[in-house]
């Protein structure tokens, strides 16, 4: 089995291979367009969080999620 990294990877690969690199961003950019009111959304969650809580569930996180797509563009 895969790691999330190498699939992701692949997938990017596959789309450069298939779009070149213009029409993959584009593609990308397609994607990451999301839904629903981020700035309402977000004073729900944070609403009760101190800024040391959110620097803690910072430091908490894995490091190879950090830099995820860095390895994919080169």
Known sequence: MKTQSEVIKKGYQAL???LGVVDT???IQYLKS????????????LENQSVDDIFKEI????Q???NEYN???K
Not at 34 to 45: L, M, S, V
Request: proline fraction near 4%.
């Open 16 to 18: 450069i291979d298939s």
């Open 25 to 27: 961003l584009c593609f």
């Open 34 to 45: 999301g839904e629903g009111d981020y700035t309402k959304e977000r004073h729900q969650w």
């Open 59 to 62: 430091r908490q996180l894995p």
């Open 64 to 66: 190879d999620d950090l």
């Open 71 to 73: 390895e994919i563009i």
